[in-house]
């Protein structure tokens, strides 16, 4: 959790597991509950990042980014496409 915590409070883009995380919990008041939940320590993050709990939550899509993600290098798409244009 607090690998997690620092990472957030860094300002640094999202790495591709969070971003795929953020998205899926758009609209998902009952998922969004329980993410904020972690965050307080109410719900156990173990069984929060449990396989087939992150399976349930980002879907297999998100499973898919992810991997995609990381095979690109990790980075969020605008922060690949900022450094190619040499912004």
Not at 23 to 49: H, K, N
Not at 61 to 73: D, E, K, P
């Amino acid at each position: 959790m607090y690998e997690f915590t620092a990472q957030l409070a860094s300002f640094q883009p999202p790495r591709v597991e969070e971003q795929v995380l953020f998205a899926s919990l758009q609209g998902r008041q009952a998922e969004i509950d329980r993410f904020l939940g972690v965050m307080t320590g109410s719900e156990p993050l173990r069984d929060y990042l449990a396989p087939g709990n992150l399976a349930r939550v980002i879907g297999v899509r998100g499973m898919a980014s992810i991997l995609l993600g990381r095979l690109r290098g990790g980075r969020p798409r605008a922060a690949r496409d900022g450094a190619l244009a040499g912004a």
